[in-house]
């Protein structure tokens, strides 16, 4: 089974960011100019998906903070009202790093802009690193020849992202 297809060329990358408002790390570039993998989406043509995949962080905590009662202190007091939640979640969710779909439910920060941004496997609140970095998620999920230019060099633990990680860490989290 092939997992890799031809990557993108720079315009069709270029065309990419500008569309959806985002800015690739250099090593995501690194792996798309040389291949992308072939069962996932296509940056060029599933525009529906690939706002879907944009959308989905936002919906799944969403979805926890009414139906699971998440809620992050640094939020203040839990509104009584659905539609005051929604608000202080959009807002928050909004100023942290975007987070720019892989594969499935796997992302990868936007920022900082570097190599070596962690992979986050998103699912609601149920965030947690599936890679120290692309390279390291990309061996987990697909194996050790899944090289982005013959590196091997790891991060031994992920780097912070800005309110992401907070969430993993489980950072003051409570049920009000």
């Given amino acids: 089974m092939t997992i890799w297809t031809t990557g993108y060329t720079q315009g069709e990358l270029d065309t990419a960011q500008e569309k959806y408002d985002l800015r690739f790390p250099p090593d995501m570039i690194e792996l798309l100019l040389d291949r992308r993998i ?16 944009l959308r989905w962080p936002l919906e799944g905590m969403l979805f926890d903070v009414e139906e699971n009662e998440f809620w992050l202190p640094d939020w203040g007091e839990r509104p009584r009202k659905a539609a005051a939640r929604r608000e202080i979640v959009s807002a928050a969710v909004a100023a942290a790093p975007r987070l720019i779909p892989i ?34 998620y990309l061996d987990n999920e ?3 020849r899944a090289r982005v230019g013959g590196s091997s060099d790891y991060a031994r633990e992920p780097r912070r992202i800005r309110f992401w990680s907070d969430i993993i860490d489980g950072a003051g989290c409570s049920e009000n």
């Fill in 38 to 53: 072939a069962k996932s989406f296509d940056w060029r043509t599933d525009h529906e998906y690939i706002r879907d995949r």
């Fill in 103 to 136: 594969y499935s439910h796997r992302y990868l920060p936007a920022e900082p802009h570097k190599t070596g941004n962690p992979v986050l496997s998103v699912y609601q609140t149920d965030i947690i690193y599936y890679g120290a970095n692309l390279q390291n």
């Fill in 142 to 144: 697909f194996g050790p």
